[in-house]
């Protein structure tokens, strides 16, 4: 089984700065993408921003220019840098790891973490 943690969501002020993490542990072969996703109340989940194993990254256009996804491979982590934040950048944020599982099967997974809550006051 992997396990995703992750840790630091917050209440801010609008213009303010946050860094969201994501560890993902357990019986890990490979880690591909990973990336974070929000859901606004009463929205679908949609894509915040992802990064490859080779460090290619894609980012929503409502985050461009002020969001930057990174991942540590050593650490199995996955991180959010949100600056500039805004009022409707307000949602739970989840991370997504996607690799494959060591021993004994080296079955791929697809993995989320519990969310972080944002809130960006105006």
């Known amino acids: 089984q992997v396990q995703l943690v992750e840790s630091g969501g917050g209440l801010v002020q609008a213009g303010e700065s946050l860094r969201l993490s994501c560890a993902a542990s357990?019986?890990?072969?490979?880690?591909?993408?990973m990336g974070w996703y929000r859901q606004a109340p009463g929205k679908q989940r949609v894509l915040v921003a992802t990064?490859?194993?080779?460090?290619?990254?894609n980012y929503a256009d409502s985050v461009k220019g002020r969001f930057t996804v990174s991942r540590d491979n050593a650490k199995n982590t996955v991180y959010l840098q949100m600056n500039s934040l805004k009022p409707e950048d307000t949602a739970v944020y989840y991370c997504?790891?996607?690799?494959?599982?060591?021993?004994?099967?080296?079955?791929?997974?697809?993995?989320w973490g519990q969310g972080t809550q944002v809130t960006v006051s105006s």
């Open positions: 990064i490859t194993k080779d460090s290619n990254t």
């Open positions: 357990g019986s890990i072969f490979r880690i591909n993408a």
């Open positions: 997504n790891v996607q690799g494959f599982r060591g021993i004994p099967d080296f079955s791929p997974f697809d993995s």
